[in-house]
């Protein structure tokens, strides 16, 4: 299983391995010169390939051929759930969204036949610009960059939660009654099998969410991974979010879920650790901005958003 590849050339190098890969380059040329995405004479040799993001369960490469670039994004190796990795809805969300002038790429192809890859995937643009992890780019690295990172943020985010979600398409993503309730159920069952302790607070904390659940304002898209890591910025003028990444979690529900996760995962340089944030302060220092915006966010986004109309 130690030689076992991500990436092989063709169906037969694939055939020989313990562990499926996840690319195989004939099968995937093949398929994208059909979609019109490039020409497949070379078998696929043209192909550069490079593992791109930071996702631990669904896989994103990006594939540069015949002076072209584009991002494919697929599920890891089976076995796992049916409904878990569906790259097929993610695409539909972005689709429709995009349709809707949200800031998301273009998917150019969506592909079900798991012949290809023994996963679906899906293809889409490739975009120019920065998604900011532990270190801020050159254009933003000033104290007027990173005052204005956060807002263009919160603009994303309240475009996103300004969307009409009831007609239409969009309506169709999900069950937003009962969304809060479904969550806290969700994860109380999951962190008995993924905590290597036992934690009564956790059991408690879960039961007393369960009894103090708020009413939820009108419903909307939920993006539910909804952080700074999962933006795109524009590499050179006016600060602003140029893509809005990774919709496995979409579905309908309630805003203020994503702005809750959105501040628990942004940290102000010299603040305590947050539960879901970085440990790391250098790192928070290198990427937040003075002043405390975080704290601001909640009144930020209430305030200039419109997700509690």
Same mark, same amino acid.
């Given at each position: 299983?130690?030689?076992? +590849?991500?990436?092989?050339?063709? %169906? #037969?190098?694939?055939?020989?391995?313990? +562990?499926?890969?996840?690319?195989?380059?004939?099968?995937?040329?093949?398929?994208?010169?059909?979609?019109?995405?490039?020409?497949?004479?070379?078998?696929? !040799?043209?192909?550069? =390939?490079?593992?791109?993001?930071?996702?631990?369960?669904?896989?994103?490469?990006?594939?540069?051929?015949?002076?072209?670039?584009?991002?494919?994004?697929?599920?890891?190796?089976?076995? $796992?759930?049916?409904?878990?990795?569906?790259?097929?809805?993610?695409?539909?969300?972005? #689709?429709?969204?995009?349709?809707?002038?949200?800031?998301?790429?273009?998917?150019?192809? /969506?592909?079900?036949?798991?012949?290809?890859?023994?996963?679906?995937?899906?293809?889409?643009? $490739?975009?120019?610009?920065? /998604?900011?992890?532990?270190?801020?780019?050159?254009?933003?690295?000033?104290?007027? *960059? +990173?005052?204005?990172?956060?807002?263009?943020? =919160?603009?994303?985010?309240?475009?996103?939660?300004?969307?009409?979600?009831?007609?239409?398409?969009?309506?169709?993503? *999900?069950?937003?009654?009962?969304?809060?309730?479904?969550?806290?159920?969700?994860?109380?069952?999951?962190?008995?099998?993924?905590?290597?302790?036992?934690?009564?607070? =956790?059991?408690?904390?879960? /039961?007393?969410?369960?009894?103090?659940?708020?009413? !939820?304002?009108?419903?909307? =898209?939920?993006? *539910? @991974?909804?952080?700074?890591?999962?933006?795109?910025?524009?590499?050179?003028?006016?600060?602003?979010?140029?893509?809005?990444? @990774?919709?496995?979690?979409?579905?309908?529900? @309630?805003?203020?879920?994503?702005?809750?996760?959105?501040? %628990? #995962?942004?940290?102000? +340089?010299?603040?305590?650790?947050?539960?879901?944030? !970085?440990?790391?302060?250098?790192?928070?220092?290198?990427? !937040? %901005?003075?002043?405390?915006?975080?704290?601001?966010?909640?009144?930020?986004?209430?305030?200039?958003?419109?997700?509690?109309?």
């Amino acid at each position: 299983m130690s030689g076992d +590849r991500e990436i092989v050339r063709t %169906a #037969t190098e694939a055939a020989r391995q313990e +562990r499926p890969p996840l690319l195989v380059l004939d099968a995937l040329a093949a398929r994208l010169a059909a979609a019109g995405l490039g020409d497949a004479s070379d078998g696929g !040799s043209g192909i550069r =390939v490079a593992r791109i993001g930071e996702g631990h369960s669904n896989v994103t490469f990006l594939l540069e051929w015949g002076g072209r670039r584009l991002v494919l994004r697929r599920g890891p190796r089976p076995p $796992h759930p049916p409904s878990a990795h569906d790259m097929l809805r993610e695409a539909r969300v972005q #689709t429709l969204l995009r349709a809707e002038g949200l800031a998301v790429p273009e998917i150019l192809h /969506v592909c079900d036949d798991e012949s290809v890859l023994g996963v679906p995937f899906y293809v889409m643009e $490739h975009l120019d610009g920065e /998604v900011i992890t532990d270190r801020m780019p050159a254009h933003l690295d000033d104290d007027e *960059g +990173r005052q204005a990172m956060p807002y263009a943020a =919160v603009d994303a985010l309240a475009a996103l939660h300004a969307l009409d979600v009831g007609t239409g398409e969009l309506a169709t993503l *999900g069950r937003p009654d009962g969304y809060l309730r479904r969550q806290v159920d969700r994860f109380s069952s999951l962190w008995p099998t993924v905590s290597r302790r036992t934690l009564p607070e =956790v059991d408690a904390l879960a /039961v007393w969410l369960g009894e103090n659940l708020p009413r !939820s304002p009108r419903a909307s =898209v939920v993006h *539910g @991974d909804f952080r700074i890591g999962n933006l795109m910025f524009a590499r050179s003028g006016p600060v602003r979010v140029q893509a809005i990444l @990774d919709w496995e979690m979409a579905t309908l529900g @309630d805003p203020l879920a994503d702005l809750g996760y959105l501040v %628990a #995962t942004y940290a102000d +340089r010299d603040a305590a650790p947050t539960p879901a944030g !970085s440990d790391d302060r250098d790192a928070r220092r290198r990427v !937040s %901005a003075p002043g405390g915006p975080r704290r601001a966010l909640c009144g930020l986004f209430t305030n200039e958003g419109v997700a509690l109309v």
